[in-house]
Every structure is written in structure tokens, then in C-alpha cells.
Nanobody
Framework: QVQLVESGGGSVQAGGSLRLSCVASERYYTTGWFRQAPGKEREFVATIRRRDGTTSYADSVKGRFTISKDNAKNTVYLQMSSLIPDDTAVYYC????????????????????WGQGTQVTVSS
């Protein structure tokens, strides 16, 4: 069973930056970040494929967030910049051992393993 451990969450003022990390206990093939704000459904944020580095972003974070990976460390990062209060949420790392096709990258039902989440709070 793949285990995913997130870190890097915290509180920051609007305009600030945070970097989230997700360490997997074994190899994954596609790893993504999702978030859930209070009273809202969980939504896709960003994802990256291990083999070729293909990435996908939600429109709401394009140009502000960057996802990257370190295959040797089984780690995926989410660099978040220009944070706004609407980014406040619990951020979850998710992974699958499937090499997802591009049209499936944002589909959270395709991810089999989930971390416990890390809280990100952005104040105005």
C-alpha cells in the first residue's frame, strides 16, 4: 500500500508563498494535488506524470502554482505563489500507479492513494 505524507502547509498572508511536499513510500506513476475548502467539494489543483513530466493545472492556479517532482526521492512538490484567500483549504496529495492519459489527469476518481492532508490558510 502506497503511503503519502504531505508537509509544508501553514498560514501566510495574501501575496505570500508556500511549498508543499508529498513523499511517497514507493514509486507512483501520476501524483496530484487536490484541495478542499470548508463547505466545498474537493477539487483538482495540479498533477504530474512521473515518466514524462507532463503536468496539468486547474485554471484557478495557472501561473501561480508550479508542480514538480524528484523521482529519486519519490517526492512531488507544489510551489504556491501569489496566494489569495480563496486558496485556503486542506491540500491532499494523491497518487496512482497508472500512467494516466492526459484527459484523465484531473479526474480524482482515478487516484488510488491519498495522504492525510495539510492545511493552508491565506489571510487577507
Amino acid at each position: 500500500q502506497v503511503q503519502l505524507v504531505e508537509s509544508g502547509g501553514g498560514s501566510v498572508q495574501a501575496g505570500g508563498s508556500l511549498r508543499l511536499s508529498c513523499v511517497a513510500s514507493e514509486r507512483y506513476y501520476t501524483t496530484g494535488w487536490f484541495r478542499q475548502a470548508p463547505g466545498k467539494e474537493r477539487e483538482f489543483v495540479a498533477t504530474i506524470r512521473r515518466r514524462d513530466g507532463t503536468t496539468s493545472y486547474a485554471d484557478s492556479v495557472k501561473g501561480r502554482f508550479t508542480i514538480s517532482k524528484d523521482n529519486a526521492k519519490n517526492t512531488v512538490y507544489l510551489q504556491m505563489s501569489s496566494l489569495i484567500p480563496d486558496d485556503t483549504a486542506v491540500y491532499y496529495c494523491a497518487a496512482t500507479k497508472s500512467h494516466l492519459i492526459v484527459t484523465s489527469l484531473q479526474d480524482q476518481t482515478r487516484y488510488d492513494y491519498w495522504g492525510q492532508g495539510t492545511q493552508v490558510t491565506v489571510s487577507s
